[in-house]
């Protein structure tokens, strides 16, 4: 993979199109889990000691209306740049007739940071026309942002196609760092949690073919108990035909056996079979707990992604139940998805684990297909 680093000493006074991950988890206007961001400090600093000019591109949320000023604002704390003209600029709008002339006043070593580029029709639509449009503000395009790489977006499929363009280090580590999933020791398990089941379903597909146990939890699950005719009450299902027929029966997927709820403004434990109309269902209870940490213990190898209830909410039990035993048994283990490492990271237990992927989708994409869209376009 050819990486930015291979030009060391070719950057000076080069204008770099930076394509980061940005969407980092904000409370009250403030960077609440800044994992995603720490680890492409050294890529920006990487460029800065290089004298090249930063033009930094992403997105935060998922609409049009979210802003980047809170990164912004941890930029100029953590960059140590002045503010202003003279370090760090912020610009709302990178279609502007004036962009280009800020571009031309950059200084060697001073970063531009535009606004969220979801707040563009063009950039999720990878229009051709607004991609030729950003490509002409930058001389090489880096694309340091893996977790987002499974999107067929301008800034991700689209500028590598029509720009001199490389990998970032850390998307490099990235890719170095699943690697060992080819080779994984057997028993293994995959963890699968979170929500947006249509979107997953492949994943679970694919896994179960690859792996010896899936245990599928979080809202994902409240699928399989609604097409084994349980009651789901209020909670978050797909409704909608997602081809789970053929998965019910198989003896490799490990749904949770007992769950909790939330029936006017009162947390109850239920068997899946007890659940009431009224309910909304919100993590998965003790019985679930301890079956985990037992299939944890006889596992020699965990790939997980998603945490396993409503941990926003205040329902973590399970997700941290998980997280110590896998750290407490020392078994090789990749994680991945920015809720999941947030979880980790607030128990202290970061360093417990052999691999934190910063992708979510993008790692399991990569994983079952060896290759995503971002990929496809610097190498193709």
Known sequence: MNSILDQKGKLKGKKILLRLCLNVPVENGKVVNDFRLLKIMPTIEFLRNEGAKILILGYIGRGKKETLKPVEEYFKQSLNLPTGKQGLRFIEDILDEKTSKLISRMKNGEVILFENLRKYDEEVGNDINFTKKIALLGDI???????????????????????????????????????????????????????????????????????????????????????????????LVSNEDLGLEDLLDNKKIILPIDLIVLN?????????????????????????????????????????????????????????????????NKIESIVGGG??????????????????????????????????????????
């Open 339 to 380: 809720d999941t490492v947030f979880c980790i990271d607030k128990l202290g237990l970061k360093d417990k684990f052999d691999f934190l992927s910063t992708g979510g989708g993008a790692m399991l994409e990569y994983i079952c297909n060896k290759t995503l869209a971002g990929i496809e376009a610097i190498e193709n």
């Open 141 to 235: 395009y880096v694309n340091e942002a893996f977790s987002d790489s499974h999107r067929e977006y301008a800034s991700i499929v689209g500028l590598p196609r029509v720009i001199e363009s490389y990998f970032g280090p850390l998307f490099i580590k990235e890719i170095e760092g699943l690697c060992c999933i080819e080779n994984m020791p057997s028993p293994n398990m995959f963890v699968l949690g979170g929500d947006k089941l249509k979107t997953k379903l492949p994943f679970v597909k694919k896994f179960v073919e690859m792996t010896d146990f899936v245990f599928v939890g979080g809202s994902l699950a409240n699928d399989f108990f609604k097409l084994k005719g349980f009651e789901v009450g209020k909670s």
């Open 264 to 328: 006017s403004e009162e947390v109850f434990i239920r068997k899946v079979n007890e659940v009431l109309k009224d309910d909304v269902i919100l993590d998965a209870g003790p019985r679930t707990i301890q079956l985990l940490e037992e299939k944890v213990k006889q596992s020699k190898f965990i790939l997980w992604n998603g945490p396993l209830g409503e941990y926003k909410k205040g329902f973590i039990d399970s997700t941290n139940s998980l997280i110590k035993a896998i750290a407490d």
